[in-house]
C-alpha cells in the first residue's frame, strides 16, 4: 500500500470477469485494470476516484473506487488539458481553501452558509434526541427491574414479579 496512487480513471473498455481497461486522467496511460467489481458494473466513459497499485503489467484497486460520474471522449480530452495544465477551467484554486481547513475549524471552510448552518442545527438536533431515547430506556430498565427484582411484600418469600407483582398486572 506504501506505492500507491491516487487518480481519477475512466474506464476504456470492460473484460468481463477481469476488470478492464482504464485510461489515468492525471498519467495519461491506459492500463488493465483487474477489478471484479469493476467488470460487472463498470461501463466505459465512467469516471473513477480510486487508489492503484501498479503491479507491473496490471494495476489493482486499493480498495472500493469511487464512480465520479460519466463523461465523453470530449469532455475526457478537455479534463485531461485541465488537469496537465494544472488548473480549473473555472480558474478555482483550492490551496487557500484547504489552508484554512488544515488551521481551524472545518466548518469555517464551507462556502456554503446555509447548508453548514443546517448540518450543525440538524446534527445538535439529533444528537440531543439520542441522548434523551438513551436516557428514557436507560429510566425505563432501571423502573423495570427494581420493581420486579425484590421479594414480594406480602412476606411469601417470593419474588414479586412471581407473586403480588403478577397480580398488579392483571
Not at 495544465?85 to 487557500?96: E, H, K, M, Q, T
Not at 481551524?104 to 442545527?121: H, I, M, Q
Request: with cysteine.
Amino acid at each position: 500500500m506504501q506505492h500507491a496512487t491516487y487518480t481519477l480513471a475512466v474506464g476504456v473498455a470492460i473484460k468481463p470477469g477481469i476488470g478492464g481497461y482504464i485510461q489515468n486522467l492525471l498519467s495519461n496511460e491506459t492500463r488493465l485494470l483487474t477489478d471484479v467489481a469493476i467488470s460487472e458494473t463498470g461501463r466505459p466513459g465512467m469516471v473513477l476516484a480510486t487508489r492503484l497499485l501498479d503491479y507491473g503489467n496490471y494495476v489493482t484497486t486499493g480498495g472500493a473506487s469511487i464512480p465520479v460520474g460519466m463523461i465523453s471522449c470530449d469532455e475526457m480530452e478537455e479534463w485531461q488539458r485541465a488537469i496537465t495544465l494544472g488548473r480549473d477551467s473555472s480558474g478555482f484554486d483550492p490551496a487557500d481553501l484547504i489552508v484554512t481547513c488544515l488551521k481551524g475549524d472545518p466548518w469555517s471552510c464551507s462556502n456554503f452558509a446555509e447548508l453548514n448552518r443546517y448540518v450543525k442545527t440538524n446534527i445538535r438536533r439529533l444528537s440531543q434526541k439520542t441522548e434523551l431515547s438513551q436516557r428514557k430506556s436507560a429510566l425505563a430498565r432501571r423502573v423495570n427491574r427494581a420493581s420486579l427484582n425484590h421479594r414480594c411484600k406480602c412476606g411469601s418469600g417470593k419474588m414479586a414479579k412471581n407473586c403480588c407483582g403478577m397480580r398488579q398486572a392483571s
